[in-house]
């Protein structure tokens, strides 16, 4: 369970650890580093539902090349861009 403070302020940025927004034509994605140059992506017009991003996240967990960390930066990523208008609210195709 990723559990994010009272104190936590979002900020409108681009980056949460190694996690980096992309914004390409037709999606906005958030990519993660993993082996060789390759990147993780989660399209974020696939995350608009409080289920989806913990489904997200359960699917993070499984991966070896994933931290507590990095999983606490993408909860914390998808409050930032739901904030920020970047998630689609009650989109999950």
Same mark, same amino acid.
């Given at each position: !369970?990723? /559990?994010?403070?009272?104190?936590? +302020?979002? $900020?409108? %940025?681009?980056?949460?650890? $190694? ?5 390409? *034509?037709? #999606?906005?994605? @958030? =990519?993660?580093? /993993? !082996?060789?140059?390759?990147? #993780?992506?989660?399209?974020? #017009?696939?995350?608009?539902? %409080?289920?989806?991003?913990? @489904?997200? @996240? +359960?699917? !993070? *967990?499984?991966?070896? #090349? *994933?931290? *507590?960390? =990095?999983?606490?930066? @993408? ?6 861009? !739901?904030? +920020?208008?970047?998630?689609? /609210?009650?989109?999950? $195709?």
């Amino acid at each position: !369970m990723i /559990v994010i403070g009272p104190d936590y +302020q979002p $900020k409108r %940025h681009k980056t949460w650890g $190694k996690w980096r927004l992309r914004k390409k *034509s037709p #999606y906005t994605t @958030l =990519d993660f580093p /993993v !082996m060789r140059g390759n990147t #993780y992506e989660i399209d974020l #017009y696939r995350c608009g539902t %409080h289920r989806s991003r913990e @489904l997200w @996240l +359960q699917q !993070m *967990s499984e991966k070896r #090349y *994933s931290t *507590s960390a =990095d999983l606490g930066d @993408l909860a914390r990523a998808f409050i930032d861009l !739901m904030r +920020q208008g970047e998630i689609p /609210v009650g989109s999950n $195709k």
